[in-house]
């Protein structure tokens, strides 16, 4: 009697399984359709970013680069007709005593910065 009972659980047990599996299959449930709305909206969404980005992003930054390069040969023409003159206040490059590699430090640019060897 035992083993006839724990066939038919098995059994029933299939059963459920299989029909569990086949319902799922046929009937789409609640979160399914939710899902498969949110994968088409991700995929609207991410269609319209694309546009944005190839027709106004890209333009945009190709505008700015051609303005800012525009702006840099202006300031250059204009640091040719007036170079920079230094003024040494006595607070500038005061060390109490010298790099070993000289008196300028060791970020040094003659365009940018005063040399501390001239007096």
Known sequence: ?????????NQSRNFKRLG????SQLVKTEFEAEREAVK????????TWKKISLFVCIPALIGAGYNAYNLYEKHVEHMKE???????????????RDFFWGKNSLFFNP???LDATKE
Do not use: C, D, G
Not at 1 to 9: D, K, N, P, Y
Not at 20 to 23: E, I, L, T, V
Not at 40 to 47: D, G, I, L, Q
């Open 111 to 113: 365009e940018v910065n």
């Open 40 to 47: 088409v909206h991700a995929a609207e969404s991410a269609e």
């Open 20 to 23: 569990a599996r086949y319902q």
């Open 82 to 96: 007036h170079p920079k003159e230094w003024t040494k206040y006595p607070y500038m490059n005061f060390r109490a």
């Open 1 to 9: 009697m035992s083993l006839l009972r724990t066939a038919a659980i």
